[in-house]
């Protein structure tokens, strides 16, 4: 059986969702963004194009696609390194815990150096 509750007024509200960077950090991407207004952020593109709007970094759909599956990648491979960093992060008891935040925190390091090497190789492919 299954027992259904009501909504009281006294809940506890549900957590939110953590907002995305470009909304967490907006003001300090406007002052100092890691791409270039009218500049596809796509390494191996970097075509010039007139933004539609604001915030688009993408000069067409198919780089847009291509920048997210990216992300995406990148991000995929970083997921657990980067949680298991903040789960271990204030731990000074347990030595085993501790030295697996340490590995997971060289991981995330190294992972974050290969992303921007990748970058850096793929718009040099291009001639930059
Ligand atoms: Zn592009």
Not at 59 to 65: D, I
Request: proline letters at 4%; one cysteine or more; aromatic letters at 8%.
């Amino acid at each position: 059986m299954t027992l259904l509750l009501t909504p009281s007024a006294n809940a506890v509200a549900r957590q939110v969702e953590p907002e995305s960077f470009r909304d967490f950090a907006h003001q300090e991407l406007e002052v100092c963004a890691p791409w270039q207004a009218g500049i596809c952020f796509r390494p191996e593109c970097g075509a010039e194009f007139v933004p539609s709007r604001q915030w688009q970094i993408y000069c067409c759909q198919a780089c847009e696609r291509a920048g997210v599956a990216e992300l995406r990648k990148w991000g995929h491979r970083m997921a657990l390194s980067a949680l298991v960093w903040r789960m271990g992060k204030y731990n000074r008891e347990d030595e085993g815990v501790i030295n697996l935040t340490r590995a997971a925190r060289r991981h995330l390091t190294q992972l974050q150096s290969a992303w921007v090497a990748d970058r850096s190789a793929r718009a040099a492919e291009r001639g930059l």
